[in-house]
C-alpha cells in the first residue's frame, strides 16, 4: 500500500501563490518521491483547475476538494457537487473535517450522506473523524471514534476497493495548535480503527488510515513509521513549497 501524503490548504492562497506553491512543491519533490508514496495536494475550490494543471500527466500527484455537497446539481446556492470537482480533475475529496464539524456544524449523519454520495459518484473519499479535547479527558476517544465511523460509514458497500476510502484521524486538540498527539496515542487510535474497519469491509487491512493534526517536518518521519499509519493529513506545513516537500520526502 503507497502512503498518502496529503496537503489540505484550508482558506488559504490567492490564485498567484497557490501555482506558485503547487509549482515549487513539483519541482521540490517529483526526481525524489519514493516509489511508496503519492501527494495529494487539496486547495481551494478556486485554485482546482490550476493546480489540476501543474500536476497534469504526472504521476502520483493527485487533487483533492475539502467538501462537497451531497447532489448532483440543483438549487443549492454556494455549494459543489462531486460530479462539478471531478469535472475539474479531482479525484479525492475530504468529508467531516473538524473544522467543517465543529465551525460550521456538521453533524456524524450529514458528513455519512455525504461519504456514501461521493464515493457512488466516483471520487475516492478521505473521512476525518477525531475527539475533542473534553473527550479525550473523559475517556471517550474510542466512544467517539466509533460513532464517528459508525455514521460516517454507513451504507458504504463491503467489498470497496480499499483505494477509494480512507479514514483520516484528527484529534481536534492537535489540529493547527502545535501539539501533535504522542506515538503511543496515534497508534492506539489507529489500531482501534483498523479494527473497526474489519466490521465493516473485506479489504480493510488496505484501507489507508491518515494521521493529521500539527504534523511538521521534524515529527513526519517518526509518524510515518508508526504501526498502521498509511499517511499524513497536513494543514499548516503544507501551505509553503520547502516544508511540505520535506514531509513528502521524509524518510
Ligand atoms: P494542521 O492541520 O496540520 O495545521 O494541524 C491539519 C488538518 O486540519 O488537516
Redesign the pocket.
Known amino acids: 500500500m503507497k502512503k498518502l501524503i496529503a496537503a489540505?490548504w484550508?482558506m488559504f492562497k490567492t490564485w498567484s501563490e497557490g501555482m506558485q506553491t503547487a509549482r515549487e512543491l513539483l519541482v521540490a519533490t517529483r526526481q525524489d518521491l519514493p516509489a511508496d508514496r503519492e501527494v495529494l495536494l487539496i486547495p481551494s475550490f478556486t485554485l482546482l483547475k490550476g493546480v489540476g494543471e501543474v500536476f497534469s500527466g504526472v504521476e502520483n500527484y493527485y487533487l483533492g476538494a475539502q467538501n462537497f455537497y451531497p447532489e448532483e446539481q440543483g438549487a443549492y446556492t454556494g455549494e459543489i457537487s462531486p460530479v462539478q470537482l471531478k469535472d475539474l480533475g479531482c479525484s479525492f475529496a475530504l468529508a467531516g473535517?473538524?473544522?467543517r464539524r465543529h465551525v460550521l456544524g456538521e453533524t456524524d449523519e450529514f458528513v455519512g450522506q455525504k461519504v456514501r454520495f461521493g464515493l457512488e459518484k466516483g471520487l475516492n473519499i478521505i473521512l476525518?473523524i477525531g475527539e475533542k479535547i473534553e473527550e479525550r479527558k473523559k475517556g471517550q476517544v474510542e466512544e467517539v471514534l466509533h460513532r464517528q465511523l459508525a455514521k460516517g460509514l454507513a451504507g458504504v458497500e463491503k467489498d470497496i476497493e480499499p483505494q477509494r476510502l480512507s479514514i483520516?484521524y484528527?484529534p481536534v486538540w492537535?489540529?493547527?495548535?502545535g501539539e501533535v498527539a504522542g506515538p503511543k496515542e496515534i497508534v492506539h487510535a489507529h489500531t482501534f480503527i483498523r479494527n473497526e474497519l474489519a466490521e465493516y469491509f473485506q479489504f480493510y487491512k488496505d484501507i489507508r488510515i491518515l494521521y493529521?493534526?500539527?504534523?511538521?517536518p521534524d515529527n513526519a518521519s517518526q509518524i510515518l513509521g508508526l504501526d498502521n499509519v498509511d499517511g499524513v493529513?497536513?494543514?499548516?506545513?503544507?501551505l509553503k513549497a520547502e516544508s511540505f516537500s520535506q514531509i513528502v520526502l521524509a524518510e
Do not use: R
Not at 174 to 177: K, L, M, N, R
Not at 212 to 216: L, M
Open positions: 489540505n484550508k473535517h473538524s473544522e476525518c483520516a484528527e492537535a489540529i493547527g495548535t493529521g493534526g500539527s504534523v511538521k493529513l497536513v494543514g499548516g506545513a503544507s
